[in-house]
């Protein structure tokens, strides 16, 4: 199986996704509709720093960066997907602007920065996501201007204290939330 880049420098490029069933890859629809969401938000993915979290294939990162994304840290666990990664990140020469760290999400360390967006897509009906937003702001990767994008079953709420849904959209079986830090945090 493979899916493709939608829109940018590597539109239509082709991205393995891992085999077996540990990782599920985000639906060619379900990108377009997240990634339509941001960009009548942002306006420009120019020069963003992006974490793809739960990466899997890193397509929603690789989305990012074909858009025109400065750099990305991808997040993954599982070996194959990890490896599969790394191959899409070699077919696509885009090497230097990628940190793939292969660890869990909950084992990340302080920011040195807040990034621009945070794309998380973790397995479903586990509450993952939830719990990694709450470290994530703990230890400064999500500022006040951060966008954050989670990526749920489509019957799952999410909430996270300190972020406020902006925007909320079912896609197949999929739930796309879009958040930011409470003005008030």
């Known amino acids: 199986m493979s899916i493709r880049i939608i829109a940018g420098q590597w539109r239509a490029r082709k991205l393995q996704v891992p085999a077996g069933e540990t990782t599920r890859p985000t639906a060619d629809r379900t990108r377009e509709t997240l990634f339509s969401m941001l960009v009548s938000r942002l306006g420009s993915f120019e020069g963003l720093s992006v974490a793809d979290l739960f990466a899997g294939s890193g397509a929603l990162g690789?989305?990012?960066l074909s858009r025109g994304a400065a750099s990305c840290?991808?997040?993954?666990?599982?070996?194959?997907?990890?490896?599969?990664?790394?191959?899409?990140?070699?077919?696509?020469?885009?090497?230097?602007?990628?940190?793939?760290?292969?660890?869990?999400?909950?084992s990340l360390g302080p920011a040195r920065?807040?990034?621009?967006?945070?794309?998380?897509?973790p397995p479903y009906q586990t509450g993952a996501g939830e719990v990694a937003l709450g470290k994530l702001q703990r230890l400064g990767w999500i500022g006040p201007a951060t966008w954050v994008s989670l990526e749920t079953a489509y019957n799952e709420m999410p909430t996270v204290k300190g972020l406020d849904m902006i925007a909320d959209r079912k896609v197949g079986t999929a739930r796309i939330s879009l958040l930011q830090m409470q003005a008030d945090s």
Request: charged content about 20%; proline content about 4%; hydrophobic content about 55%.
């Open 73 to 106: 840290i991808f997040v993954e666990q599982d070996a194959a997907a990890i490896r599969t990664l790394r191959s899409n990140i070699a077919n696509l020469q885009a090497a230097p602007q990628c940190d793939v760290r292969a660890a869990s999400v909950l």
């Open 113 to 121: 920065a807040p990034l621009d967006l945070v794309l998380l897509d």
């Open 62 to 64: 690789l989305e990012a």
